[in-house]
Every structure is written in structure tokens, then in C-alpha cells.
Nanobody
């Protein structure tokens, strides 16, 4: 059974940075793409970023390009989301997710999600 546990969320001010972490268990981590999604109150969950199994390719939502960076450490079974220049509209619960394959980069290619970590950005 796949388990994903996110951490690193919090309350910050606009312009600040945060790094989210996610530790995975239950499957061979290095064989699967990983991603981050978010859900704001009253909105549907949306794709944020994804990374392939070796970290060689990434994909980002237009709203976070140039501000967020996804990375992974296969030895530690961890995936990270470095978030810089945060804006109030980034406020959401952030979820990490595992891809269906090692090259999952698109929003519909993910199948398991963690419980999420809250990120709140004040203006």
C-alpha cells in the first residue's frame, strides 16, 4: 500500500519561501514519477508540478513557473517542492502524489495522494 506523508507547510507572508517535503513508502520510489497538487477552499484540486523517476524532466503549472522547483532524492524516498516568492493565491492544501509510471508528468497521470499540508500566505 502506497503511503505519502507531506510536511513543511505553514503560515508565511507574501514574498516568503517555504519548502515542502514528502516521504513515500509502499512501492519502489525510484520507479515512479512524483508530483505536487494543491486545493484551495472552494476550488478543485489542481496540478502544481511533476518530476520523472530520475529527475531528468519536470513540468510546472503556468501559475508557479519560475517560482516553484520540484526535486527528489531517490535514496531517501523524498520529493520536495521549493516555493519562492509566495503569493496569497498560493494558499491551499498541498498534496504529493505518485505517478502511474516513471514518466508521469501530466495531471491525469497520478494515482495516489497523501493527506496534505496547509500553506497559508498572508498579504
Amino acid at each position: 500500500q502506497v503511503q505519502l506523508v507531506e510536511s513543511g507547510g505553514g503560515l508565511v507572508q507574501a514574498g516568503d519561501s517555504l519548502r515542502l517535503s514528502c516521504v513515500a513508502s509502499g512501492r519502489t520510489f525510484s520507479r515512479y514519477g512524483m508530483g505536487w497538487f494543491r486545493q484551495a477552499p472552494g476550488k478543485e484540486r489542481e496540478f502544481v508540478a511533476a518530476i520523472t523517476l530520475s529527475g531528468g524532466s519536470t513540468n510546472y503549472a503556468d501559475s508557479v513557473k519560475g517560482r516553484f522547483t520540484i526535486s527528489r532524492d531517490n535514496a531517501k524516498k523524498m520529493v520536495y517542492l521549493q516555493m519562492n516568492s509566495l503569493k496569497p493565491e498560493d494558499t491551499a492544501v498541498y498534496y504529493c502524489a505518485t505517478g502511474r509510471t516513471g514518466y508521469s508528468l501530466r495531471s491525469y497521470e497520478f494515482e495516489f495522494w497523501g493527506q496534505g499540508t496547509q500553506v497559508t500566505v498572508s498579504s
